[in-house]
């Protein structure tokens, strides 16, 4: 049996495991039944630096799902999710001014905590959105984290806030699990949606300006900086590559140039290009790579026009980006947004 090291970077976070048993100890289950199979215990997981290794924590779900007799445990697992669970990043969203600093927090340290999550924030469109690409194939562990994701936000977000009226469309890429229509008249002010072809969270711009309950400058400040502190850390452990496509991903703008990156890696754009052809790639690939990867996520919307991507994108024209994403892809974005599976 593969164990956990606290210092394993990659995997889920122990204190997740931990969610999951409040989870099932509703059906009356404790630590040992769910966590002895897998060698885990409640203190180890407790660890903040503690992950547990992607097959694993699949494993683990579909103990929980068997133990329950349930078909998804997302909804369980998203409202009982809190704030807290997060750590410091958890802290920072909590003290935020309003909702659209908490989510440009989110955007930011995500990975410090879920390192196989993407989260694209957008106020571009007629609505806010939050789509989110999650790295993890393995099933039921993707839908699951995905579900629980989703209905964590809208929890959270409305204790955070004090306002239950919350509205806005809930889009999951994968089929409707069984038995999930019985949660839906506990969301009456959202529109779930299945077997799209993203994932995400959409609504009202009005939402972004809701003051946070806790809003505490100073308080956040420091959080703030626990969490700079750690992404930091964490870079020095990371491959360069990864750092600038983390860079890319998560800037306002998704076209800075290479001198942008290479003064915030405290580096001379020389010494970066240097670095990154020892690992065998370049500054330009990566940026088509965060590039595509962002183009295809607002293709599949059907509320951004080819105009409005390109211009998201940094790209002058249409033409500009058509002949970009055909050069990524083979096919021009409108036949992307036609077929993706193509």
């Avoid at 970077?9 to 039944?33: C, F």
């Avoid at 409202?79 to 309003?98: D, K, L, N, P, V």
């Avoid at 496509?245 to 998560?250: N, Q």
Wanted: glycine residues 6%.
């Amino acid at each position: 049996m593969k164990t956990i090291s606290a210092r394993q970077e990659q995997g889920v976070p122990g204190v997740y495991g931990l969610l999951v048993l409040d989870v099932v100890s509703r059906w009356g289950y404790n630590a040992d039944t769910l966590f002895a199979p897998f060698q885990l215990n409640s203190e180890m997981l407790a660890d903040p630096e503690c992950r547990i290794p992607t097959p694993i924590a699949n494993e683990l779900v579909k103990h929980a799902l068997k133990l329950t007799g349930e078909s998804t445990l997302g909804y369980h697992l998203g409202t009982q999710m809190r704030i807290s669970i997060h750590g410091f990043i958890g802290y920072a969203i909590m003290t935020a001014h309003e909702i659209s600093d908490a989510l440009i927090l989110a955007n930011r340290f995500i990975q410090l905590r879920m390192p196989f999550l993407q989260l694209f924030f957008s106020t571009f469109g007629e609505k806010a959105s939050l789509q989110l690409q999650c790295d993890i194939h393995m099933e039921p562990l993707r839908t699951e984290i995905a579900i629980a994701l989703i209905i964590g936000m809208i929890t959270m977000s409305k204790a955070m806030t004090g306002t239950e009226h919350f509205t806005g469309e809930v889009d999951f890429d994968f089929p409707k699990p069984a038995g999930f229509d019985q949660y839906f008249a506990k969301f009456p002010y959202h529109q779930f949606r299945f077997d799209q072809p993203y994932l995400g969270l959409s609504f009202d711009k009005q939402y972004l300006g809701l003051k946070m309950i806790n809003a505490d400058p100073i308080a956040s400040q420091i959080a703030i900086n626990q969490c700079e502190a750690e992404l930091s850390a964490l870079g020095e452990r990371r491959r360069i590559s990864m750092r600038v496509r983390d860079i890319l991903t998560h800037a306002e703008q998704h076209y800075l140039s290479i001198e942008n990156v290479a003064d915030y890696l405290h580096m001379s754009d020389r010494t970066l290009k240097r670095q990154l052809a020892a690992e065998g790639t370049s500054f330009s690939n990566l940026v088509d790579e965060v590039r595509y990867r962002h183009a295809t996520s607002l293709l599949s919307r059907t509320d951004y026009t080819l105009e409005q991507i390109a211009d998201e994108l940094g790209y002058s024209d249409v033409a500009n980006f058509s002949r970009a994403f055909k050069r990524w892809s083979g096919r021009s974005p409108s036949n992307w947004r036609k077929d993706p599976y193509l």
